[in-house]
């Protein structure tokens, strides 16, 4: 049987109806993030679906040395602390060193094994022994079989709070793909699963010094995974994604997601036999 885990109160996987997961890549202020945060819970009432606010405080996996990483630690986690307090969206954020796990530990709700760190034993036990939910994004490098040894490292520190991801797999040089039998895969381990629809539609390192994207196709590959049977859709957004600080060319404009959102509801209703 599917386990349920709770980010917060919003219950992933069982029978429970579809998650979305959304926010922008990088905090870039505390202004901008407040109202995103603020636009993301009205969507969530208004279409009836539980979200969880995502976005990271330091983004360590940049091209580029000269890329914004956002405020850092300390700032950004009390800009996350607010979203939380004054929305009531829980908080998903990703760490990069076992420095910050216990710090983040004490703001976010779940936090997130970066895709790129997914194998480094050290940081995978910190977050087991946060007790905290933690996300695990599969490595574009992995074969999605190949995650179970990280789900063995997380249930070894006993926590079994664990949430598995799908972000695209490396397929040359400069893109990835999306193979949705990932999804499947890593759902036989009982754990629930999530596809990263933004995340998936990256071109690594081939912009002109950091990575370029194609972000058009993320609403269909998210619509995709939803019919295959994710629990949770990941998707980067931004109200103006031209201006993003991060990932800009694979975000989804905030003012399409609502169309989407229902879309990927009526698949999820057909999916889970809720439909009339």
């Given at each position: 049987m599917?386990k349920?885990v709770?980010?917060?109160?919003v219950?992933i996987g ?6 979305l ?6 905090i870039?202020?505390r202004?901008?993030?407040?109202d ?7 969507l969530?009432?208004?279409k009836?679906i539980?979200v ?6 330091d983004k360590a996996?940049?091209t580029?040395v000269?890329a914004?990483?956002?405020?850092g630690?300390?700032?950004?986690l009390?800009i996350l602390?607010e979203?939380k307090e ?6 998903l ?6 420095s ?5 530990a004490r703001v976010a709700?779940?936090?997130q094994?970066?895709a790129?760190?997914?194998r480094?034993?050290?940081l995978v036990v910190?977050?087991?022994e946060?007790?905290c939910?933690?996300n695990?994004k599969?490595?574009q490098?992995?074969a999605?079989?190949d995650?179970?040894?990280i789900v063995?490292k997380l ?6 709070r664990?949430?598995?991801?799908e972000r ?10 999306a193979?949705m ?8 381990w009982?754990y ?9 539609v ?7 010094s950091?990575?370029g994207g194609?972000g058009?196709w993320?609403?269909?590959l998210a619509?995709?995974?939803v019919?295959?049977g ?6 980067e957004?931004h109200?103006a994604?031209?201006k ?14 609502p169309?989407l ?7 999820d209703?057909?999916v889970?036999g809720?439909a009339?």
């Open positions: 599917k349920v709770k980010i917060g109160s219950p069982g029978k429970h109806p579809l998650v997961i959304a926010g922008p890549c990088v870039e202020s202004q901008s993030t407040l995103l945060a603020r636009r993301l819970a009205g969530g009432r208004r009836g539980p969880v606010f995502k976005a990271s405080y996996n940049r580029s000269q914004y990483r956002g405020p630690l300390a700032q950004g009390e602390r979203v004054r929305y009531g969206l829980p908080i954020t990703d760490v990069h060193a076992v910050e796990v216990e710090p983040a709700d779940a936090l094994l970066p790129f760190l997914c480094q034993t050290d910190a977050l087991g946060s007790d939910v933690v695990i599969k490595g490098f992995l999605p079989w995650v179970r040894h063995e249930e070894h520190t006993g926590n079994r664990i949430l598995l991801t695209g797999s490396s397929f040359g040089y400069n893109n990835l793909v193979d039998r990932s999804l499947l895969v890593m759902r036989e009982g629930p699963v999530i596809f990263d629809a933004t995340h998936s990256q071109l690594p390192g081939a912009g002109a950091g990575t194609d058009r993320a609403p269909h619509r995709a995974a019919a295959v994710c629990d949770a859709v990941f998707i957004t109200a994604p031209e993003a600080l991060s990932d800009r060319d694979n975000a989804v404009k905030l003012s399409l997601l169309k959102v229902s879309a990927l509801q009526a698949i209703d057909i889970d809720r009339k």
